[in-house]
């Protein structure tokens, strides 16, 4: 089977953070940031889909993103690969669940639940959570629907899960004592069967030896995520990356607003610099394995 990649990575042009990757296909966004970052209307996120469709290559290789405010563009890329395979789980490597309730439209902490919702999608995993969104004190926030489904999983380390058992919910929640365990379990599961996989990484879920973004992060550590990705080989027909770190300016009071509320970290003016360069480092490295991991033609 020849292993190498068969598409080009393509980088959405939303907050200029993603830098050089070889043979990358850019989009000029310019209309589409202050509309899109940390949340926007299901008719914004609508349109931004169908500009996307026309402006997207055919072969359509691993997208990056931006910063992780921009996470729930993921669902319109999840649904273009939803349209060439009967069925897919989607594995996102993420410190957050990412199904928080949000009656506004779509933000960067719900698009799961709405993925759920897609034709084609038969399972989601969240995996390398240590955030306390899925602790006791934010339990009401999360949508529990999916999760008593068995359609999501949330794969966590380090938080207090015991209200979900209470709630007849630890199938869905398994929970480690560290990510190594958590990883082997995970890579034990998810090599049970050969369905595609959707995969989307947001590097918040890396610790900050390895990566600096402008939201929590967990304790994963980037040879372990290598691992991970490894483990999905010849399985992945569709891929995002986001977590790049980029200063937001809302011109919305209410993203103000609700972005303090989600104590996003602030990035000092001195180090953005410094933390985008790593940034830029990582990237290739993913890209590298992305592409080794992409399912070929026929597979």
């Not at 690969?81 to 989607?90: E, G, K, M």
């Not at 339990?139 to 629907?145: D, F, G, I, K, P």
């Not at 691992?227 to 569709?238: N, S, T």
């Not at 000092?268 to 933390?275: K, L, R």
Request: glycine content about 8%; aromatic content about 8%; some cysteine.
């Amino acid at each position: 089977m020849n292993s190498a990649p068969p598409v080009h990575p393509v980088v959405l042009e939303l907050d200029g953070s993603v830098g050089p990757l070889d043979r990358s296909v850019r989009l000029s966004l310019d209309d589409w940031p202050d509309r899109l970052r940390f949340a926007c209307s299901r008719r914004a996120l609508r349109d931004f889909g169908r500009e996307l469709a026309d402006k997207l290559p055919r072969a359509t290789g691993p997208v990056f993103m931006g910063s992780g405010d921009f996470h729930h563009l993921s669902l319109p890329l999840v649904e273009r690969a939803c349209a060439n395979v009967p069925s897919l789980d989607v594995v996102v490597f993420d410190n957050h669940p990412d199904n928080m309730r949000f009656p506004l439209g779509v933000h960067c902490g719900s698009w799961v639940r709405r993925a759920l919702t897609l034709p084609g999608v038969r399972q989601v995993h969240v995996v390398g959570i240590t955030s306390s969104d899925i602790g006791p004190g934010r339990a009401w926030e999360n949508y529990l629907r999916p999760l008593y489904s068995g359609r999501l999983r949330y794969w966590s380390t380090g938080v207090d899960v015991r209200w979900a058992w209470r709630l007849r919910l630890a199938h869905a929640f398994p929970s480690f004592d560290d990510m190594d365990a958590l990883l082997q379990a995970f890579a034990e599961h998810v090599t049970r069967d050969r369905w595609p996989i959707y995969l989307s990484i947001d590097k918040d879920v890396l610790s900050i030896e390895d990566a600096r973004t402008n939201w929590d992060q967990g304790v994963m550590r980037e040879p372990q995520l290598i691992g991970a990705i490894q483990a999905l080989h010849g399985r992945i027909v569709g891929c995002d990356v986001t977590g790049e770190v980029s200063v937001a300016r809302y011109s919305q009071w209410w993203k103000r607003l609700l972005s303090s509320l989600d104590q996003q970290c602030d990035v000092p003016a001195g180090e953005i610099a410094g933390w985008q360069a790593r940034q830029h480092i990582l990237n290739r490295r993913l890209l590298q394995q992305i592409q080794a991991a992409w399912r070929t033609a026929g597979a």
